[in-house]
Nanobody, 120 residues
Framework: QVQLVESGGGLVQAGESLRLSCAASGTIFRMNAMGWYRQAPGNQRELVATIATGASTNYADSVKGRFTISGENAKNTVYLQMNSLKPEDTAVYYC??????????????WGQGTQVTVSS
């Protein structure tokens, strides 16, 4: 069982910044990738950014140039630096991790979510 604990959400004004953190714990043989998704009321969950163990990154077009994902492999931790926040970034942000709990045993884990609210 792999658990993800997120922190760093909150209420900010448009143009301000927030930094989200997510730490994975439990039985992890190999972490393949971690990332952030978000879900606004009435919308489907969507990808925000992902980072693979080799440090390759992927971003949603809506956040490119404003958000930066980074990770600490040794700590199985991922961060999301969010700058120039907009009201449309308001959502619950979920951490995601995929990898191997044991050789041959894949896992996909989700955090409990952290609320990000951006006021105009």
């Amino acid at each position: 069982q792999v658990q993800l604990v997120e922190s760093g959400g909150g209420l900010v004004q448009a143009g301000e910044s927030l930094r989200l953190s997510c730490a994975a714990s439990g039985t992890i043989f190999r972490m393949n990738a971690m990332g952030w998704y978000r879900q606004a009321p009435g919308n489907q969950r969507e990808l925000v950014a992902t980072i693979a163990t080799g440090a390759s990154t992927n971003y949603a077009d809506s956040v490119k140039g404003r958000f930066t994902i980074s990770g600490e492999n040794a700590k199985n931790t991922v961060y999301l630096q969010m700058n120039s926040l907009k009201p449309e970034d308001t959502a619950v942000y979920y951490c995601n991790a995929v990898g191997l709990a044991l050789p041959g045993r894949n896992f996909v884990s989700w955090g409990q979510g952290t609320q990000v609210t951006v006021s105009s």
